[in-house]
């Protein structure tokens, strides 16, 4: 058996344990998210596509016959699978609203790869196709770095959105944010020169089935923790969604009016008026006391609608009143309701804190007891059981 029927075989093997663990990980997810479930089988579809690539390769021979044609054949498997792999990680981090213009551009450059190979095969009458394998180098090329730049944008804004509008634990969200950039660099930076040098490949294959790897791992990690944020995407950036909460805002005609020539058409901050303050606070004040914190999935939008104030005036009341954020104030209160039940129910183990005070793991409660007590609930809970 020859380095490259190995490598091939190797490579085949990764992208269907790949396949596997993306599969049957679907039924350990903690929660149902459409998007992320969507997700899941555009990756299942990928690996299952790299790994016929490969498989093909293995029973035809064309790479061992001429890297030339083994390369076409690569190239013609690359481009969906990749574009798939692309799309799914899109899925997530992008609005719905975007994917028509991705949809159509990678459609149109593999459209236009099988229109390269069609016309080297007519011009040389054979599937060496010669000066034409360039011309689908590029193309692949071109794709792959369109996708990786629609990609990084989305991740950047999606970051900035779960930032600003979830509290839940942000680390697998960056976990995955990682693996994902670092799988596509590593895949635009080494399958080219792969593709058209056979030598290279038994050198590259390790490290793209390694980025793979990790990548599907990762991905399942997020799956286990990922709150469902669809709602939040969908309606990023619509406008009517705070006219609709407003609407639904029991306040008399008076303070809504009052509120609503308080703010500034031109663009600039508006002003919370006293009025609308104290509402806000109120509602608040309301919403912790029926615990709604409890809920680790909780977002700006589902307070928004659960207290019926809109998400812009929430925003401006957490910047202009508490000096905070969102997520801040939220961390906060439940922060502070886990030192509460940790002094009232020492025997409660940290498990049932983080579950009955909104934490979305025992890791995120300790992450946040670090960050804001500097030490671990465990020692905390030490610390003030000897201060009794």
């Known amino acids: 058996m020859d380095l490259l029927f190995i490598t091939q075989y190797t490579c085949f093997i990764f992208m269907v344990i790949n396949a596997m663990i993306l599969g049957i990980s679907s039924i350990h997810v903690r929660w149902k998210n459409k998007r992320y479930e969507q997700?899941?089988?555009?990756?299942?579809?990928?690996?299952?596509?790299?790994a016929s690539q490969f498989f093909v390769q293995m029973k035809f021979g064309f790479r061992a016959t001429s890297t030339e044609l083994g390369a076409l054949i690569n190239i013609i498997f690359y481009i969906p699978c990749f574009t798939l792999t692309a799309l799914g990680i899109y899925n997530i981090e992008a609005p719905h609203a975007h994917f028509k213009q991705m949809y159509i551009v990678?459609?149109?450059?593999?459209?236009?790869?099988?229109?390269?190979?069609?016309?080297g095969y007519c011009n040389t009458g054979s599937m060496y196709i010669g000066g034409w394998l360039y011309v689908m180098m590029l193309l692949h090329l071109i794709n792959v770095i369109y996708c990786i730049t629609k990609i990084v944008i989305a991740i950047k804004r999606h970051r900035m959105m779960l930032e600003a509008m979830t509290a839940s634990d942000m680390l697998p969200f960056m976990r995955y944010a990682h693996a994902c950039v670092a799988m596509l660099l590593?895949?635009?930076?080494?399958?080219?020169?792969?593709?058209?040098?056979?030598?290279?490949?038994?050198?590259?294959?390790?490290?793209?089935?390694?980025?793979?790897?990790?990548?599907?791992?990762?991905?399942?990690?997020?799956?286990?923790?990922?709150?469902?944020?669809?709602e939040l995407l969908d309606?990023?950036?619509?406008?009517?969604?705070?006219?609709?909460?407003?609407?639904?805002?029991?306040?008399?005609?008076?303070?809504?009016?009052?509120?609503?020539?308080?703010?500034?058409?031109?663009g600039k901050q508006n002003i919370l008026t006293e009025e609308r303050i104290d509402l806000i606070k109120k509602r608040l004040d309301e919403w912790c006391g029926k615990k709604g914190y409890k809920d680790c999935s909780v977002n700006m939008l589902m307070l928004s609608l659960a207290i019926g104030i809109s998400k812009d005036d929430l925003s401006l009341y957490f910047d202009q009143?508490?000096?905070?954020?969102?997520?801040?104030?939220?961390?906060?209160?439940?922060?502070?309701?886990?030192?509460?039940?940790?002094?009232?129910?020492?025997?409660?183990?940290?498990e049932i804190i983080s579950t009955e005070c909104g934490f979305s793991s025992r890791t995120h409660l300790y992450r946040v007891f670090k960050q804001k007590a500097d030490c671990t609930p465990t020692a905390w809970r030490a610390g003030a059981t000897e201060k009794k």
């Open 235 to 266: 309606l990023e950036g619509d406008k009517e969604l705070s006219k609709k909460v407003e609407n639904d805002d029991i306040v008399d005609n008076s303070q809504q009016g009052a509120t609503n020539n308080m703010r500034n058409t031109s």
């Open 39 to 50: 997700s899941r089988w555009l990756f299942f579809v990928a690996m299952i596509g790299f």
């Open 321 to 350: 009143c508490l000096d905070s954020t969102f997520r801040i104030w939220l961390s906060d209160i439940r922060f502070n309701a886990a030192k509460e039940m940790m002094i009232k129910y020492p025997e409660y183990n940290n």
């Open 186 to 230: 590593i895949s635009v930076s080494t399958v080219p020169f792969a593709i058209i040098h056979t030598p290279l490949t038994c050198i590259v294959a390790p490290l793209v089935l390694i980025a793979f790897l990790v990548f599907c791992i990762t991905f399942v990690a997020l799956g286990y923790s990922y709150m469902p944020t669809d």
């Open 106 to 119: 990678c459609g149109s450059i593999y459209a236009a790869t099988i229109g390269a190979v069609v016309a």
